[in-house]
């Protein structure tokens, strides 16, 4: 999967906030969910939602 990614990441670099802009602690969920994305796979942690 990383291979069909790696032109819209230069350097191998994912990077994601561990945290919303109030300071507050991300879910690993929604960081999973975040990383799933925006490699491509749109694959949700949650199917039900949240």
């Given amino acids: 999967?990383?291979?069909?990614?790696?032109?819209h990441f230069p350097g191998g670099q994912v990077?994601?906030?561990m945290?919303?802009?109030d300071g507050t602690?991300?879910?690993?969920a929604e960081v999973t969910d975040e990383?799933?994305?925006r490699l491509g796979?749109?694959?949700?942690?949650?199917?039900?939602?949240?």
């Fill in 1 to 7: 999967m990383a291979h069909l990614a790696r032109d």
């Fill in 19 to 21: 945290a919303r802009a």
């Fill in 41 to 50: 796979t749109l694959t949700p942690a949650d199917p039900g939602g949240r």
């Fill in 15 to 17: 990077l994601v906030r």
């Fill in 35 to 37: 990383l799933a994305e």
């Fill in 25 to 28: 602690p991300r879910s690993a």
